[in-house]
């Protein structure tokens, strides 16, 4: 049964910094597309960041383009979110998403992805 655990969330002040992490288990190969997606209260589930297994460019949301970086560790069986320079938009419960599916480019919407981890809040203050 594939799980994906998030950790790494926090309150931090406008301008600091968080790194996410999602621990991925219970299945045999990787998954070809993995993503970070954030929801807000009142808010669609929105896509922040997507990446897939073959190298290429990772996607993000032009709200967080040049503050966050998408990464992932396969051996490790991890997904990475590296949040630099937060500001209150950015609060938000953000989750982590897996799909196993052969694409030629990673789905930016939440229905592109069929597992999903169950969360980790992100506070920012000013």
């Known amino acids: 049964q594939v799980q994906l655990v998030e950790s790494g969330g926090g309150s931090v002040q406008a301008g600091g910094s968080l790194r996410l992490s999602c621990a991925t288990f219970g299945y045999t190969w990787s998954p070809s597309c993995m993503g970070w997606f954030r929801q807000a209260p009142g808010k669609e589930r929105e896509g922040v960041a997507v990446i897939n297994d073959g190298g290429g460019s990772p996607y993000y949301a032009d709200s967080v383009k040049g503050r966050f970086t998408i990464s992932r560790d396969v051996a490790k069986n991890t997904l990475y979110l590296q949040m630099n320079s937060l500001i209150l938009e950015d609060t938000a419960m953000y989750y982590c998403?897996?799909?196993?599916?052969?694409?030629?480019?990673?789905?930016?919407?939440?229905?592109?992805?069929?597992?999903w981890g169950q969360g980790t809040q992100v506070t920012v203050s000013s």
């Open positions: 998403a897996a799909d196993f599916n052969r694409v030629p480019y990673c789905g930016r919407s939440r229905s592109a992805y069929r597992f």
